[in-house]
């Protein structure tokens, strides 16, 4: 799957950009010694906003990763936005890791769901109720499946580009969330975990779990 800004999110361009000009100037006029702390902090936003293409792996029943990172849950809770019973698995991202949020499933949009709130360390269980964050709900061939951006301790901004009524495709690129943060998904009980907590996962490319009759 091809994306329009393969190499560097679009939303690093203006950081990049701003401290990229401050970096040369200081250079210019001050030397390299002054200038050197510029660039470590250029270097840390390019890494940041990465947004590498991703290749999903085969099988229509797999329900992808939505993003790179830790996995910190994996159980058996209520749904809240989708007001069911559902296997929880979440996604911790630190600032290493690609920010770009991607479809975990095929689908309809039901529900986008944004919610203010607070900013503790979003590997805490109870930063996905308690901090900002952004549902998706997700009807994937008459299944319910729900995405929730999760604010972290220094995320201070979730982006969230689908609306109701749209059709997304698995592994497009739907979200991010800047600066650490988390990514909860909510399945069916019929769905069959594939990862355990402590794993690393990768956007699009790692299966979080199994769910017969996807699309």
């Not at 698995?89 to 630190?94: A, E, H, K, W």
């Not at 201070?156 to 689908?162: D, G, V």
Request: charged residues 20%.
């Amino acid at each position: 799957m091809m994306y329009p800004h393969p190499i560097i999110a679009k939303e690093g361009w203006p950081y990049l950009a701003a401290v990229g000009v401050a970096t040369v100037l200081v250079q210019q006029y001050a030397g390299f010694a002054w200038a050197s702390p510029l660039w470590i902090i250029f270097f840390f936003v390019l890494q940041f906003f990465r947004d590498p293409q991703r290749i999903a792996p085969l099988g229509r029943d797999l329900v992808l990763s939505p993003a790179d990172g830790r996995i910190v849950v994996v159980e058996k809770t209520q749904d809240p936005y989708a007001n069911r019973e559902a296997i929880k698995i979440s996604v911790f991202m630190n600032v290493f890791n690609v920010h770009s949020n991607r479809c975990s499933v095929n689908g309809l949009v039901k529900e986008v769901q944004y919610f203010p709130g607070q900013f503790v360390n979003a590997a805490l269980d109870k930063a996905s109720v308690e901090n900002e964050r952004n549902a998706v709900v997700i009807d994937a061939n008459g299944q319910t499946v729900t995405l929730v951006q999760v604010a972290g301790l220094i995320a201070r901004r979730i982006l969230c580009y689908i609306h109701v009524g749209e059709h997304v495709k698995r592994g497009s690129r739907y979200g991010f969330i800047r600066f650490g943060s988390r990514v909860d998904v909510y399945l069916p009980l019929t769905a069959e975990p594939l990862v355990s907590v402590g794993e690393k996962v990768s956007a699009t490319r790692t299966a979080l779990a199994r769910l017969p009759g996807l699309d």
